[in-house]
């Protein structure tokens, strides 16, 4: 739920919404006959390529296109490559987009999986189950982490995806969370609930973080102020200050996979249709959207938006076909008549956003370097790096200015420029 302060000088009070009483199992999506899986790897044509069109592939199977790559996808189906492209992501980065047409009769047809404790195994084998844990950052002998906190609270609003998961599956989250210190060798395993969920998940081998209603009380920076009395750096993660954040929804892959000696691709999500109704969804990794939509009779028309994550922190997609990945937790579609106006209207030095801000930034004049391509100024002078991407700063801006988006592209940008160095 969304409320507006009522004082203009007031602070607004963004709440969380929370998983209601005895809530509703997901509906399930068939398999379509068509599945896409992102990787986030270059297409050469100048190296051989270990998969290509027409390859048959099993269920489970690993696919990467090179010998010397660390990023692949495993295949939700036994079936045949049916395509292999480039594909853009918001920032314009090319990664490459696998489509596998599904074979039924083939169903039975997996590639074996030897379950191993070691961190090794995971991050080979397990980064793509649903929930998409951590395993490359855990496994990085460069980062130090020393606490786990796995997220049962949602990080942003209109969806209860985390809570849910946490809640239906108590025993299977604690069970993960074992496997995940064996693993890891982590010591300190934590639990971030909301404080009126955690009544309701009694949680004995874990200790409990208390997450606030209020966002962006949830979010990792947050988190990190809050319960661990811990400043996040400006520039730096919470990985290089030791503390990695794996979703509720990981642990309990983690927990099957070890159970069943199988991967599991079955992701749980939350859908916002355009009248706000909410839709709780399990379906396959690699689900074309188009299929979910069809299969709940909604409508997206031209002009319509899309968005791949909640309403402060999510990103727009700009096609029905981009498919469900092991990091989804909520989609939500605006209808076309009613969506936010964003204006070129200069900045009017209200201060709104500069109030709101959680790390105390001066958005107001950081927004000038970033609309001039100032990044290195923006971050030397007015705290880019500090930014946590809360998304409040444009939610409560007069002139309607894409702050948020401004701080991303900014943020981006100063990466490409640092790495050419």
Known sequence: ????????????????????????????????????????????????????????????????????????????????????????????????????????????????????????????????????????ILADENFNIRTIIITGAE???????????????????EQGARILKQITNVSKICIALPETLNGNAPIDSLQVLQTGAVYPDTLPAMIMKDHLDMVLPA??????????????????????????????FDKHLTLVDKTGTRHRIKTAIGTPLSSIFKHLEIQVNDLDRIIIGGPMRGTAIFTTHHPVTPDMDTVVIQDREILPKISDTPCVNCGKCIQVCPASIQVNLLVRFLEVDQYEEAADKYDLDACIECGLCSYVCTSQIALGQYIRLGKHELRKLRADV
């Not at 044509?45 to 270990?50: C, E, G, N, V, W």
């Not at 990981?250 to 199988?262: D, G, I, P, Q």
């Open 1 to 136: 739920m969304i409320k507006r302060s009522f004082f203009a000088l007031s602070k607004p009070r963004l709440t969380y919404d929370l998983l209601e009483p005895n809530p509703d199992e997901p509906q399930t999506i068939s398999l379509p006959d068509h599945l896409t899986l992102l990787l986030a790897d270059t297409i050469d044509s100048t190296r051989p390529a270990l998969i290509k069109k027409g390859d048959p592939v099993k269920k489970g199977q690993k696919l990467a296109l090179y010998m010397d790559s660390t990023a692949y996808a495993i295949s939700p189906v036994a079936g045949t490559i049916k395509s292999i492209e480039n594909y853009s992501d918001d920032f314009g980065k090319i990664d490459t987009c696998i489509t596998i047409a599904h074979d039924p009769e083939k169903a039975s047809d997996i590639a074996p999986l030897d379950i191993s404790e070691e961190i090794s195994f995971a991050a080979l084998h397990l980064q793509k189950l649903p929930g998409a844990p951590p395993f490359d």
């Open 155 to 173: 990080t942003d609003l209109l969806t209860t995806t985390s809570q849910y998961v946490t809640t239906s599956h108590i025993r299977d989250l």
């Open 235 to 264: 520039g730096k993660t919470p990985e290089d200050m030791g503390i990695c954040f794996i979703r509720a929804e990981a642990v309990v892959s983690l927990a099957r996979t070890f159970e069943t000696k199988a991967l599991g």
